[in-house]
């Protein structure tokens, strides 16, 4: 899964294609979910996680 992840990236990079990175992100889903679910479960995590940049929705 990895190097199919990589492979996407790359093609990404060099073409620009949307598709491929949006692949890259679904396939990254179940890891990008146990980071913030660990990082919610620290709260006081939370606050040093979050740029003060950072629009709120």
Known sequence: MRRRLDRLFDTYRRTGDPRAL???????TGDLYRLAHHRRRRSWAIGSS???WAPSC
């Open 22 to 28: 949006a692949e890259v992100f679904d396939g990254c």
């Open 50 to 52: 979050i740029p003060t």
